[in-house]
């Protein structure tokens, strides 16, 4: 008796305690109780909302209607789910992920101007239409880790693939592998500032002892002369070998000529260093082994099969006095009416602003604030793995300044015999411009533009194409959003609930157009929810 008095004073205590203070204060009392774990110092901050909150609170988890099963919509309604919230997708397209789409075999796409392709990529093949590449920093891989879908490097950068410019100043039209272009520019750097340091340019800023550390440095990054020559960047194996290296007495040969110095600049090669560099781009960066639709295929079977209707076309939201209502059609283009307790609109907002709803008028102008992206991708399928038999390259990205944008090889199937490459992953102008062919003459111009880089190969070993513009993608419309500011009233507003209608998707985070801005934000939300649920 004494033992069931003091659980229910603990359980009243603790009610109370969630009652004046909110879900935050309930947690910290759970944890000096001992009942919940306190996080310590350094610890992430996302706290996934568990059952237990509302058995030790006296409190219920409520019902939740998540609009679109993109990767915002599914982690939301994942997050939820583990603490028991009666959590339902409406999904306007037959299948999860949104735009984490996978093609393969099979796949059908109509866009909304009617054209319709079926790919038909062999067994194996398929290509990643929307993101492909998991940095290691992202919360993305730690989902992959909690939900058993294996991945694989991805290789985002490759010293044997090309920089190819056609419209520079020099070197125009000629393929330049990374690892050439990197032993040039760095050469040429390395021996100006070696030249500057020596000859006094820089003795306002470099103690002698610097200056003696500075050109040991730039000798061995620049792979430079001695003093007695100059400093002279004049070539190494760094560049690569005309003739590898082999048994007995070949040396080898290395490659030459060395372009001029102006040339190098000229070429603007070094222009595309930066890209290695940045944060969401350096290697190591990873994949889904199989496709990157593995990530929402296992999200969708861990939130349930049942819990998500698939081809069902919202029409209209309304927030009520005690939750919210949506209007739509289910597969059989029914009109339906759900009602719930909070919906989570994650959608891109430009689908979502022309969806009826009474959020008013300030919600459709913010949704309407940021400006969606055109995007355009090309996957072709070829009897042979030419780019790995007779190039050397092995996964990695050639980036061009031609409408191709960049050329992608693959990063699985190594040492088989078919292979995928991306030929196209434009965006912008040269986005629009191949979107508004069909896809036979998107595929003939983007061919006409790879043999500049590879040969007649890249034409007469191909087998199968598919091409994606995800501008003019039924229910996506845009690869990404770009908005003028995200430090204004637009994006707090949309950052916050219309009473009891929320927002999600990674538009509405700083890291747009990857899934970890979409993971993060459905996170928020989620947190959010509870919070106002235990609260309440």
Request: hydrophobic share 40%; glycine share 12%.
């Amino acid at each position: 008796m004494a033992a069931e008095r003091a659980t229910g004073s603990r359980r009243d205590f603790l009610r109370n305690v969630g009652v004046a203070g909110g879900a935050g204060m309930l947690y910290s009392a759970m944890g000096a109780l001992g009942i919940a774990p306190v996080p310590e110092a350094g610890a992430a901050e996302y706290r996934a909302p568990r059952a237990s909150d509302f058995s030790l609170s006296g409190r219920s988890a409520k019902k939740v209607l998540v609009l679109g099963a993109g990767i915002a919509g599914l982690a939301t309604a994942y997050e939820l789910g583990k603490a028991g919230y009666d959590c339902r997708i409406l999904e306007a397209a037959d299948r999860p992920g949104g735009r984490n789409w996978t093609v393969r075999g099979g796949t059908t796409l109509t866009d909304l101007d009617g054209r319709k392709q079926t790919a038909s990529f062999t067994k194996g093949q398929y290509m990643n239409a929307g993101p492909a590449r998991l940095p290691q920093s992202h919360v993305t891989l730690e989902y992959c880790r909690e939900l058993g879908v294996p991945v694989e490097v991805f290789t985002n950068q490759n010293a044997n693939a090309y920089i190819h410019h056609e419209n520079s100043a020099a070197l125009a039209g000629k393929p330049v592998r990374w690892r050439t272009a990197k032993a040039d520019v760095h050469g040429y750097v390395s021996e100006l500032l070696a030249k500057a340091t020596d000859q006094g340019a820089l003795d306002a800023e470099l103690t002698a002892a610097d200056k003696e550390r500075l050109i040991a440095f730039l000798q061995n990054f620049g792979a430079i002369k001695g003093k007695a020559d100059g400093y002279a960047y004049t070539g190494t194996d760094r560049r690569g070998y005309a003739v590898e290296p082999g048994a007995a007495f070949e040396e080898g040969t290395v490659l030459g000529p060395v372009p001029t110095l102006s040339d190098v600049l000229a070429s603007g090669v070094g222009q595309r260093f930066a890209f290695e560099l940045g944060y969401d781009q350096a290697m190591l960066m990873f994949q889904p082994v199989g496709g990157m639709d593995a990530i929402p295929r296992a999200l969708a079977e861990a939130v349930g099969r049942g819990r998500i209707t698939y081809g069902a076309e919202v029409s209209e939201v309304k927030d009520l006095p005690a939750g919210a209502e949506v209007t739509y059609k289910d597969p059989r283009g029914r009109t339906r009416t759900a009602h719930a307790d909070f919906v989570v609109a994650a959608l891109p907002p430009m689908v979502m602003a022309r969806i009826k709803h009474n959020l008013g008028a300030n919600v459709t102008a913010a949704l309407k604030y940021p400006a969606a992206t055109p995007v355009g991708k090309i996957g072709l399928e070829y009897r042979s793995r030419w780019w790995e038999t007779d190039e050397h390259i092995y996964g990695g990205i050639t980036p061009t300044d031609t409408d191709l944008g960049t050329v992608w090889y693959p990063s699985y199937g190594h040492l088989g015999r078919r292979g995928t490459l991306i030929g196209y992953y434009n965006f912008g102008a040269n986005a629009l411009a191949y979107s508004a062919l069909p896809h036979d003459e998107r595929l003939k111009r983007a061919l006409s533009r790879g043999v500049r880089i590879h040969g007649d190969k890249y034409r007469t070993e191909l087998d199968h194409s598919f091409s994606v513009a995800w501008h003019r993608t039924p229910h996506i419309e845009g690869g990404w959003v770009s908005w003028p500011s995200q430090s204004g009233p637009e994006y707090k507003l949309l950052n916050q609930p219309a009473g009891h209608v929320h927002f999600a998707g990674d538009w509405l985070s700083h890291v747009i157009a990857w899934q970890h801005g979409a993971f993060t934000s459905a996170r928020k939300v989620a947190t959010d929810i509870h919070q106002k649920v235990m609260a309440a």
